[in-house]
């Protein structure tokens, strides 16, 4: 895949630039005035650049990687701190075209989707052009009101994941912003629109961390990331560098970030709340939006996996189709810690159980290997406070969550709901990884009838599965004890409880048969939104 080609091209040119630093250095490689004086020659070469602060991210691979044997942040040698107002880096030619809207609407419209080039025709464009003129119609006469003018600001380079392409840009309308987004897709008739997305709710899930990077062309990436967090300015940075795939100047803006947080505020960090894991100690700072979670030095039983399968199972999620289902982590070596933000249950806490990743001193902890993500309510505890209704929908979304897993190959292998969490948005996410297996490499069957009543009565199973055999069948009591929730789930979605579902989602994988799982809402679609068939014919292959 292209995108995964990208992420590993990064690690391979770190990794080319590390050797040749290596051989030049030589015992060189540790003394510090000689880093000093490469930082400040490199500084030089790159001040007039418009792209300088993914440049000192760049740098700050490098010296790290020359460095494996001692990984910590140092401020002193590295770039950790932006050194220009990067705002001020931009190109000569905007990276968005400009429409102002005067009347009729359905010329500017047309004009926006002759703007891009594409190698297959329109199915009807036409028609596309009266649905979005529509679209626009619909938002003047609910928000656009007495204006005194307004235009439409879109970037030029199309956003490409999986089957779909974006136009992404945003209406100003006077002095106010709003999204304004075209899904593209295409089939055998042709491309068409799918929707228009003018809601800042239903933008911030197509750039979601839970999500796979996108695929367009940047040449200067702040300008593109401020283009974007104009039109969802509760998105972080870095979640915006990390949706473009600069993953890892993104993680060198929410190292930044945290660094802020940290200062502005005195809480301190605690065990993160819920049932305790198995295979991971998890923390968190209640003013903070993220959790941070270690490898423990012995897992518990029957859990069988290895350090090193765990942390196989993260990059397998970081190069993987999250497909909004799977959360994206930052990874961090030796990352250092004011001893005095850490609660003394914390501290005990991670020395009983990963006493092997720290230093502790009377100032700092040291965690040698650690993830932070995004925080979430964990499914178990959300279901426990919710009411009937919420409690229905939420099932409801967990049974989607693992279907659309599976038709993108994964299998959660835990699907106990304390190894999911409910986002912001109400939205059920994976986050446990450790059993995470490939749809592809298991065998799922069905139960097998029972031989004679003492079969049925038996306290064990009278049949022995052999090595990634699957039951889809026992699911459900393994997921919820209470039968008014079981009654629920089976309800909404029935099929995964099925070994003929899985196995045919593993013949369309087999067959390289791409199911795209769209990033909004189904009654968005125009193929869903409009009545008439004249307009719009069915088209099932979109999930």
Not at 349 to 375: P, Q, V
Request: glycine fraction near 2%; charged fraction near 30%.
């Amino acid at each position: 895949m292209d995108s995964t080609e990208r992420i590993t091209q990064y690690k391979r040119f770190v990794a080319s630039t590390t050797e040749d630093v290596r051989s030049i250095l030589g015992e060189e490689i540790h003394d510090r005035k000689v880093w000093k004086e490469i930082r400040h020659l490199f500084f030089e070469e790159i001040i007039n650049f418009n792209t300088r602060n993914i440049a000192e991210t760049y740098f700050n691979s490098v010296f790290r990687h020359c460095h494996r044997e001692n990984q910590k942040i140092d401020a002193e040698l590295m770039f950790i701190h932006p050194t220009v107002n990067y705002p001020q880096s931009r190109s000569a030619i905007p990276i968005f075209n400009t429409i102002f809207i005067v009347k009729p609407i359905r010329n500017a419209i047309s004009q926006i989707l002759h703007f891009y080039q594409l190698n297959a025709p329109f199915e009807d464009l036409d028609r596309d052009i009266d649905l979005i003129t529509e679209e626009i119609h619909r938002m003047f006469d609910t928000k656009a009101r007495g204006f005194k003018s307004m235009r439409l600001e879109l970037i030029k380079s199309l956003f490409f994941r999986n089957k779909c392409a974006y136009i992404v840009g945003r209406i100003v309308i006077d002095h106010q912003v709003q999204p304004f987004v075209i899904p593209l897709l295409h089939e055998e008739g042709g491309i068409y629109v799918d929707a228009v997305l003018m809601e800042q709710k239903h933008v911030s899930s197509i750039f979601s961390y839970s999500r796979s990077y996108f695929l367009t062309d940047t040449d200067i990436a702040i300008e593109m990331v401020e283009f974007l967090h104009s039109i969802l300015p509760n998105k972080a940075l870095s979640e915006l560098y990390n949706s473009l795939g600069f993953i890892k100047h993104a993680k060198t803006e929410f190292y930044r970030e945290f660094e802020r947080h940290m200062k502005r505020t005195e809480d301190l960090f605690i065990p993160a709340p819920g049932i305790k894991g198995m295979v991971m100690t998890v923390f968190a700072l209640p003013s903070y939006n993220m959790v941070f979670k270690i490898i423990k030095d012995r897992f518990a039983p029957p859990k069988r996996v290895t350090e090193r399968i765990v942390k196989e199972k993260y990059n397998i999620v970081s190069m993987h189709d999250r497909v909004g289902r799977m959360v994206d982590s930052h990874m961090f070596h030796n990352l250092v810690f004011d001893r005095h933000r850490f609660s003394d249950e914390l501290i005990e806490e991670l020395k009983s159980t990963c006493a092997s990743k720290l230093i502790i001193t009377d100032e700092t902890i040291e965690i040698a290997h650690l993830y932070i993500e995004k925080k979430m309510i964990p499914l178990d505890i959300y279901l426990a406070k919710a009411d009937d209704s919420a409690t229905d929908q939420i099932l409801k979304d967990y049974g989607l969550a693992i279907k659309e897993l599976a038709q993108v190959n994964i299998f959660p292998g835990d699907l106990l709901l304390k190894n999911f969490g409910v986002t912001r948005r109400k939205k059920v996410v994976f986050y446990d990884y450790d059993e995470i297996e490939y749809v592809t490499d298991l065998k799922f069957k069905n139960i097998p009838v029972a031989k004679n009543d003492d079969d049925d009565w038996m306290d064990d199973t009278w049949f022995t599965p052999d090595l990634n055999d699957i039951y889809p069948e026992q699911f459900p009591p393994f997921i919820v004890g209470d039968p008014i929730k079981q009654r629920m789930l089976i309800q909404h979605t029935p099929e995964i409880f099925s070994a003929s579902f899985w196995l045919s989602v593993q013949q369309q994988l087999k067959d390289d048969v791409i199911i795209s799982v769209l990033p909004y809402p189904q009654e968005l679609r125009f193929v869903n939104k409009c009545k008439k068939e004249s307009k719009v014919r069915t088209r099932s292959k979109v999930a």
